[in-house]
């Protein structure tokens, strides 16, 4: 029988026991928890792959915990913008945004421009002029305010660096308890066609509408029945430069790596010459997955119709 599965992320990092408190790690084992239920459930009642992304995705964003919807990062400027992708695996239809405003659910924002837009990417106003035109869910700014986000881009605002909000590069005490990410998810459904979906806010005082590889297809998110689905976390200008997603379905298709081989080759080789510290999830059409990270830990959770459960931080 086809084997249905999800695995969902929440960002990878400098993720490390000893910062976090007991509390805080019980929150996000419940956080990750209650997104994979949510995925889950959507393939047990034989629900797509996208859609089980789309549900696992939108608890995420929904969550403080993560950087992604409401509890996205500060720019440069002090606002939210957020990015977001969807793939299905099937046909390879996609939809993505980037730099949108105020959307709650970005991946829902995705998802229409997928579904109902002649387009795969749209950006800035013009993406939220597309979700207003959709009716898709808008929150005021206060919706996205949390004191510690402002008190880590405080931290950096008259700087010139920005920073992954879950690694500490010089924040140390600011940091401590607060490293939180990118959600992700990538999903294959009982009829063993595959998803991956991504979101994010990006980097804490990003400036210029900087973009991340989240959003851009082949790079945080892509999608094929013919070899995987990936959905990435991690310093996003080298995943870009690395094509990391796509990377992982090519050495699946041209050398005929199995998941597993071909993602540790893009994880703990490729990224690493270009000093792209992070993790991706993957799933295959036998619903067979891979979580990697080459950094401390990455949040992360996975489930499958065999029975398999698992729920991770740190390195195992
Ligand atoms: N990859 C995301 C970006 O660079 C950040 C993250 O994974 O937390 O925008």
Request: glycine residues 10%; hydrophobic residues 40%; negative net charge.
């Amino acid at each position: 029988m086809q084997q249905f599965s999800i695995a969902i992320h929440g960002g990878a990092g400098t993720i490390l026991k000893e910062d976090m408190t007991p509390e805080l790690e019980a929150a996000y084992l419940k956080a990750l928890d209650d997104a994979l239920t949510a995925g889950y459930a959507v393939l047990e009642q034989d629900g797509c792959a996208t859609n089980a992304v789309k549900a696992a995705i939108v608890v995420l964003e929904d969550n403080l915990l993560f950087n992604a919807g409401r509890g996205s990062v500060f720019t440069k400027k002090g606002v939210q913008e957020m990015d977001a992708a969807i793939m299905d695996g099937k046909n390879r239809d996609a939809g993505a945004v980037a730099a949108v405003r105020n959307v709650r659910n970005p991946i829902e924002l995705a998802a229409e421009v997928m579904h109902n837009s002649n387009h795969v990417f749209l950006s800035g106003k013009g993406a939220n002029d597309f979700a207003l035109k959709q009716g898709v869910k808008l929150e005021p700014d206060e919706f996205f305010f949390s004191q510690f986000r402002y008190d880590q881009w405080k931290a950096m605002r008259d700087s010139d660096n920005y920073s992954l909000d879950h690694t500490h590069q010089g924040l140390e005490e600011l940091m401590k308890d607060k490293k939180f990410g990118t959600v992700g998810a990538v999903a294959c459904d009982s009829k063993g066609n595959i998803a991956a979906g991504t979101s994010t806010g990006g980097m804490t005082n990003k400036k210029y509408g900087r973009i991340g590889d989240s959003p851009i297809l082949g790079a945080g998110t892509y999608a094929n029945n013919a070899t995987c689905a990936i959905s990435c976390t991690g310093h996003g200008e080298p995943f870009i430069k690395a094509v990391a997603a796509y990377d992982v379905a090519a050495h699946m298709e041209y050398k005929n790596m199995n998941l597993h081989d071909a993602m540790n080759e893009v994880v703990h080789k490729k990224l690493i010459e270009l000093e792209g510290e992070g993790g991706m999830i993957g799933i295959d059409t036998s619903g067979n997955i891979s979580m990697m990270f080459n950094s401390a830990g990455m949040y992360r959770a996975m489930q499958n119709s065999n029975g398999e459960k698992k729920i991770g931080i740190y390195k195992d």
